[in-house]
């Protein structure tokens, strides 16, 4: 059965024990009328105990099936290959399965008559796994409609006056908004688990120095193993010089255009002056990045490749500053926004006690007001750095790919983000050593997001706690 | 004389006023950097965008000979719907331009129109077979070289090496020109039709169909569990407890992590361990879900937060449990502001391309996506894919893209606004 028809099957059951439940629970009370015993819930709750029983362990069980039952069969028709096949390495047997599964879907009844011998093989297998492919929907809708039922018989033997059907259904209520709370957990384990593996599996065929100190970066690894360089080379240095030059341009621009920006709406513009100028602002933050990378790459490039061409510079058509201009555009938002917050809770008296000594408006805001809102301007600008650390379509678009080791800003630098995107973006194996040095910078920029979040956030919460 | 202390301020006093006329003065400038910036790069969208809403037609009177097709009006289906039109529009081309001799430029020739006027024919003569033999005037779509010269986007002063339409060329859209045959039309495929690699052919709506999935299985995903995990946040969970705060501080941390990161966890997760089809709208919604649940999750948390402490207790003091009293009266005085954050979310992920492009949605899909699982793109990666085109012709649309893009998040912040301004309480 479809998954959709066993879904909506399993809907109507549930809702069938929510209604006899209910129904249930209410001839209870009728019958009790006389007596003096009262139901302990409302009728609904009844109900929805009932659906509860027939639901989850369902649910339970439709969920694991259909996350684990192609990697079974896929493993169930690949023992039924013969021995030769089986020796294959990791890549051809996953070549040979897509190949399997698209003829197994192509024609389901097709007679094994060939007298290719790799065909028949093939064709056998396609047999096979169609045949366990139908074996395992099968059994899987007949379990969930079984355990469905089940669940609904056994939910319908509660249905008793004393029981406490209401504080049975909050505290699934309960669990379930916990379990969705710690989908936040999953997350990040999910996140720290994907990158960390395939990147000790990429650390085994490429040293971490190497890595982490090498100077040149030409993941190309070559089809077959005599061509030259057939290794290819993965020293990210470039990338993180790259990266962090296209970042620092951002935040020379960022830093002080979002700084003033907060300091001219939190302590000179009035009320309506900001009630209109701060949305405007947050319009540059919601602007998609992929629009930015395109502007740059087609707007901002040239310009500035004519500019540095008529000062007698020979900027590369595709330059870091270009990247980096458009990017601190894209930041001053964050920035501002950031250090707005901080800049108004600096409390008034401290201002007004400048004030009282003869300072001007200017003098307390660069004596007093900044001084005393550091801590949290530093850590927006943290945030605001990671955010630039990490940012992918503008530098996909409007830098280049070329791994020059280089802090001038008219040349073409790649970054980390560029190279993880061309790297994993087409068709190639998981396996290789290419898309696993991808995963390895993916952990790289992960840690380094990561500790200038924690530093950041820390410190804000730090400094929040000092002026409550 | 000494001077006092009062006449050194009374001095000084010019140049300090000065200095705060100065530093409010770059507090101005700066604002006015960034409105610049913003109003530069949305109008020179609109400018290179806008003409990609017009197309240009060009009219050919086509004999629709049966010898050459090889069919006749009582011909089946079959028959008409395998002829070869190209044939009759090349001919027709022929007729009209008869010293054209060189073969370079009669392959030039027959780019004058699409390759989309053959099919064009193809549906005309087949719904109506009587046109077969017959000459009909039909307006066939130009080919971009065509459309983007006609909309004066070619310097005709450049060397002709120099450009991509030749002398002749130019010589034969002028003639065409002069006797009526080219007209701009609003470009309706834009909208109806899905990617090409002839630009004049290439649409958005595949990509606005994979866009809408993709929400769809965002939206359906994330709002449910976000607003759980707030409510629990906010009314259940115990206060200082370790798995709390740790939960709390995984959230603020994720609302930071780079997007493409996020696209590494669904290709190594969803795809490669779980076996979600790639390229998919479903795949595409699990990561971009995912993403957003820490911004819906911090502002629902902020709109419950906000819910006064009176309510609950007036709740609890007739007799509610903890969780009714949240079902029945926190949460609906609270909605507005979920609301407000989950479309804010939403319009964060409609704009998000570097995770999508992790999971395979950069594929180029001309079919139009029909269900969650079948491979599709979504507008950013389409307008990704799209800049990356030599052609001028897709410049234009790009930007006539990214301003439905933008389009979109606009009305999605307004509805965001008006909620907010609507139906927020001050208590």
């Given at each position: 059965m479809p998954i959709k028809f066993l879904l909506i099957t399993l809907l109507a059951l549930l809702l069938f024990g929510y209604f006899i439940g209910r129904k249930r629970s209410l001839a209870l009370k009728a019958n009790n009328g006389g007596a003096k015993k009262t139901l302990h819930s409302l009728p609904k709750y009844y109900g929805f105990l009932v659906s509860l029983w027939a639901g989850i362990p369902a649910l339970i069980i439709l969920l694991l099936w259909t996350a684990f039952d192609t990697t079974i069969i896929t493993s169930m028709t690949v023992s039924q290959l013969p021995e030769q096949t089986q020796q294959l390495s990791q890549d051809e047997l996953g070549l040979l399965m897509n190949e399997i599964i698209n003829l197994s879907q192509a024609d389901k009844i097709s007679d094994v008559s060939a007298n290719d011998a790799k065909m028949l093989i093939k064709q056998t297998a396609a047999n096979n796994f169609a045949r366990f492919s139908h074996i395992s929907n099968l059994a899987k809708t007949v379990l969930v409609l079984v355990m469905a039922l089940m669940g609904l018989l056994l939910g319908l033997r509660y249905i008793r006056a004393e029981t406490r059907a209401r504080n049975y259904v909050e505290t699934a209520i309960k669990l379930t908004m916990m379990g969705c709370a710690s989908i936040a957990i999953l997350t990040t384990f999910g996140i720290i688990f994907s990158v960390l593996l395939e990147s000790l599996q990429f650390f085994k065929a490429v040293p971490i120095t190497e890595f982490l100190f090498g100077t040149t970066w030409s993941p190309q690894t070559a089809i077959r193993p005599d061509q030259v360089g057939s290794s290819g080379s993965f020293g990210a240095l470039p990338l993180f010089v790259g990266t962090l030059l296209i970042a620092f341009i951002a935040m020379l621009v960022a830093v002080p255009l979002g700084l003033m920006s907060a300091i001219y709406l939190s302590e000179y513009a009035s009320q309506k002056v900001r009630t209109v100028v701060k949305p405007i602002l947050e319009i540059l933050a919601g602007i998609p990045t992929v629009v930015y990378g395109f502007f740059a790459a087609l707007t901002v490039a040239p310009v500035i490749r004519d500019m540095g061409e008529s000062m007698g510079f020979h900027p590369a058509s595709e330059s870091a500053l270009a990247a980096g201009l458009v990017m601190g555009v894209m930041i001053i938002p964050f920035v501002s926004s950031l250090s707005d917050d901080v800049l108004s809770a600096v409390p008034q008296a401290m201002r007004d006690g400048s004030y009282g000594m003869g300072a001007t408006k200017s003098e307390t805001i660069k004596k007093v007001v900044i001084p005393a809102a550091l801590p949290g301007i530093v850590a927006g600008i943290l945030l605001a750095a990671s955010r630039a650390i990490g940012e992918t379509m503008i530098v996909v678009m409007a830098a280049g790919l070329a791994a020059k080791m280089t802090v001038n800003p008219m040349e073409a630098v790649t970054t980390v983000t560029v190279q993880i995107v061309t790297l994993l973006t087409?068709?190639?194996?998981?396996?290789s050593p290419k898309t696993l040095a991808a995963f390895a910078l993916g952990l790289g920029l992960f840690m380094v997001t990561l500790i200038l979040n924690v530093i950041s956030l820390h410190v804000v919460r730090k400094y929040r706690e000092q002026y409550e | 004389m000494k001077q006092s202390n009062t006449d050194k301020i009374k001095a000084s006093l010019k140049k300090r006023y000065a200095k705060e006329r100065r530093f409010r003065l770059y507090g101005l400038i700066s604002i006015a950097i960034s409105f610049l910036f913003l109003l530069v790069l949305l109008v020179n969208i609109s400018i290179k965008g806008l003409p990609a809403f017009h197309q240009t037609y060009v009219k050919l009177d086509v004999t629709i000979d049966a010898n050459v097709l090889g069919i006749d009006k009582n011909s089946d289906h079959e028959a008409l719907f395998s002829a070869d039109y190209s044939i009759i529009i090349t001919k027709t081309l022929k007729k009209m331009f008869p010293d054209v001799k060189s073969r370079k430029q009669k392959r030039a020739l027959k780019k004058l129109v699409s390759n989309s006027a053959a099919y064009d024919l193809r549906d005309a003569v087949t719904a109506n077979p009587n046109l077969i033999g017959t000459t009909h005037s039909f307006w066939f779509l130009a080919k971009d070289d065509v459309d983007v010269y006609a909309k004066g986007n070619i310097d005709r002063n450049l060397a002709e090496t120099e450009r991509r339409v030749k002398d002749f060329q130019l010589a034969w859209i002028d003639q065409l020109e002069k006797e009526g045959r080219l007209k701009q039309r609003f470009n309706s495929r834009f909208f109806t039709s899905g990617d090409s690699r002839e630009p004049e052919q290439a649409g958005i709506k595949g990509a606005m169909v994979g866009s809408l999935l993709t929400m769809l299985v965002t939206l359906s995903l994330s709002f449910p569990i976000a607003v759980g995990a707030a409510v629990y946040l906010e009314e259940f969970a115990p206060k200082n407890n370790r798995w709390v705060d740790i939960i709390e501080i995984n959230i603020n941390n994720l609302a930071a992590v780079p997007s493409i990161v996020f696209g590494l966890l669904g290709l190594a997760v969803f795809i490669a361990f779980f076996g979600v089809p790639r390229s998919a709208p479903l795949v595409g919604g699990l990561v971009l879900s995912l993403m957003t649940l820490p911004t819906i999750i911090i502002a629902s948390r902020a709109a419950i937060k906000s819910v006064p402490s009176s309510i609950r207790e007036a709740a609890y003091g007739l007799g509610a449990s903890r969780v009714q009293t949240t079902f029945h009266h926190t949460l609906p005085l609270a909605m507005p502001g979920i609301l407000t954050g989950t479309i804010i979310g939403m319009a964060q992920a409609l704009g998000e391309t570097a995770p999508l492009l992790m999971i395979g949605m950069v594929a180029f899909v001309a079919d139009i996506p029909?269900?969650?699982?079948?491979p599709s793109t979504v507008l950013p990666v389409q307008i990704y894919l799209w800049s990356d085109s030599p052609e001028r012709a897709f410049t234009e649309r790009t930007s006539a893209a990214i301003m439905v893009l933008l389009g979109f998040l606009i009305v999605m912040n307004f509805l965001a606004v008006l909620l907010r301004k609507h139906f927020e309480r001050r208590w």
């Open positions: 087409g068709d190639q194996e998981f396996d | 029909q269900g969650i699982t079948d």
